[in-house]
């Protein structure tokens, strides 16, 4: 043997555990033994050793090394020993764990089995394909069972749906109408081709290739759903159709959309592009109760629907918008912002966008357009006879009602379309009938606009409300509700002048005037209630002054000279005082405008409001007019206003439906509420104030013999309307006359002046509203037992208690203490506020605070009850209208 071959390490001890050890020592714990320690086989379990020959020999891991050793030792495994660790291990203290047996697959190996760290947590390709396939396995299990279950509309059965019935008051049918019976189905091949192409072109530009869904739409509708918005955006035409045919569910939910999605697939794969184009030209809603193309067609352009342009056919495009916003009529009484004009502006807008598509996609040539550059020639929005004469404005008016109030109601505009509802409405047939026979007879003996140009344009307008409970019992619209679309009874901008005092003196009664000596805080908590005998100037362009003595002044700096009607004075110089109730019966604007200023214009509005107009419909809240009518109220609400008078000081909101019942039953009853604007003693007085106007005032011509009544007449500045608003105890009625231009293409409704107008110099509310209410009274009241007002409470103190001598009118202009207005402020210098020492007291009317010389800014006028209405510029600096289109009852801003 060569000394230079290397001789095996020897065993450290001897013996049979020694040699044990050295095969089998490494498998007794967990560490492996260092390279070199022995000579033995266990050498293999270090991280390096040297096998036969001196080669290295790397192993993967313990299983190797143990299979290593086991060769080693002879080739084959040897048992364990009697008490040996699970991992042959020496058996005893420090013994090792050994290995169990395989352990049972798991179906989702997730954590995954050996595996550590991060690794452990992500789950394996065949996991996450195992996923994936299972839920579109289940998608696709769904959307087979949805897609079997939902069945194909038939457009036959959607326009099956019924009329909705009014009923009159006393339960009598008045008209069936409203519901879809306004159809007319029609052949593919007599729609235009220019019809579908608009379509198309706004709606679903790939509506011929796609496969009745659009998937993005979808996915928009759905997010929108989630954040709680609607679900338009995600419709195909062939979805549309689906959704204009399963009129048994037009909810906003998930599960209705899902079932619309399956109903339109199984439509598109159903049907050709043919059917369904005109499946949903002749079940889409056009406005003006018109279903379908023809009836389209025929409600707007009074022709068949195969005769329609392309210019025609882009219009009738935009109405599947919406018609309450596009059809250029109109639909104020739905919403204020649907006027005529905004309508008419977006409906062209619209129009010339799907032109422009149409080109732009192929479907058009640009020479054809060319010739649609304005809106088409359209036709009155009432085809419908049954709606003619007042029918048309009280189903409106009813409608209004049910839909601004779908709160209470319950009822919306789609369910209104849908129809089959019974609308027991609170209109009395024979008061109907009556009121317009009433204005029929003064219209026909008086306005001639063949004669006089001063009649053109003349217009009427009433409303009668039951005190006891503000049920609305006639109106008078117009002269025919398919010709005339404004409803004069319920939104005209009107101004309603001197019918507006009553509420003056009710603000004077309730809270009182406020202490000239006191700040303006503590005096609007130290306050004297007025009584119906106290004083207050009578006096023709009086200088107008805050309730501390102080001149008023707008915002230029200019004063205020308040002019009655005619220029007359009332009173005894030099002082022209005279009490409220003659002050009232005289219809004197300058005592009610000092009154207003002296008890706060803020509450003047409060007792408006709390009456029952609305607060909309008051403007120039800021300037001494307010208190002579320069708000523009509706006639429905002002007699529910005077009606609060009548009832004592309850107040009850005027209202059209009673009851509504369809094939479930009733859907809605109407429950009157009724608060207390005015305390009995208040609402007395101004009751019989107002009595003696129409006793011995401006409106005897309203007397009913053998009957209380109480009124007031009104004429505003410029003489561009004149009003009468009275009652009994058992009815109120308004009545409004005023001229305007309501030609359609008039985008600004102008207000014209009735100087002339009916032969006579100047219209006032004495005259022929005072004469139409008269007439419609006496034929309302007849068989009812007259009764009587209550006897008013005395109320307030008496301000100002100068002996009184009996009023007599003259004129302002003779009397050296009624100067004539100065010239414009540009042109004269403006008086300054008068200093401490030159304060006038409250009643000191007369006193100049510039030393009597008068000079600086005036402005006269006034409205009255035979009154002009004065302004200091033309359009108030509060942003108030004096011809704002605030007042309807059920609609427009009035609510």
Known sequence: MSEHRRKPPQPQGGGRAAARRGQSGASSGRRAAPRGATGSPSDSYGSGQYGAGGEQQSYGGRAEARRAAQRSAGGRRRAPEPGAGRRGGAAGPGGGRGRQGPERKRLIDYPRHGRDGWRRWMPSWKLVSGLCLGFIGSLVAVAGIGYAMVGVP???????????????????EMVATGGETNRQIIDYSQIPAAMRYAVISQENKTFETDRGVDPKGIARAFLNMARG????????????????AMLNDQSQTVSRKFKEIFVAIKVGATFDKDEIMAGYLNSAYYGRNAYGIQAAARAYFNKDAIKLNPGECSFLAAMLKGATYYDPAGAESIDTAATPQANTKRAFAQMQDTLDKMVEYGHLNATERAKYTQLPKWQNPRSN???SGQTGYLVDLANSYLVNNSDKTGITEEKLRTGGLSIHTTFDKKKVKELTAAVTKVQKSNIKPKERPEDTHVQFGGASVDPDSGAIRAIYGGEDATKHFTNNADQTGAQVGSTFKPFVLAAAMTWGVRDPDLGSSQAQDERTIVSPKSLYPGKNKLKIRN???????NEKG?????????????GSPPNYKIDLREAMRESVNSAFVQLGMDVGLDK?????VSAGLKEKSLTGTGFPSFSIGISDPSAIRMAGAYATFAASGKQRDPYSVEKVTSKDGVTYTHKTETKEAFTSPVADNVTDILKTVVDKGTGTAAQLPGRDVAGKTGTTDGNKSAWFVGYTPQLSTAITMFRYDDNESNKNRTFLEMYGTGGQKKIHGASFPAQIWHDYMAEALKGEKAKSFPTPEPI???????PLPSPSPSVSESEESSPSPSPSPSESEVEPSPSPSDTCGRFDWQCQSNGGTNQGSTNGGGPGGGDTSPSPSESPSDGGNPRGQDGGLFGGRDG
């Open 154 to 172: 038939d457009i036959a059965k959607t326009a099956t749906a019924q009329n909705n019935v009014y009923y009159w008051s006393d339960g009598t």
């Open 229 to 244: 918005g609607q679900t338009q955006g995600g419709s195909t035409i062939t979805q549309q159709y689906v959704k204009n």
């Open 385 to 387: 006879t049954a709606l």
């Open 547 to 553: 309730y501390d003595g102080s001149v008023w002044k």
């Open 558 to 570: 200019e004063e205020w000279l308040q002019t009655n009607d005619g220029q007359a004075s009332y």
């Open 604 to 608: 003047v509005k409060d007792a408006a």
């Open 796 to 802: 307030g103190k008496v301000l100002n208690e100068d």
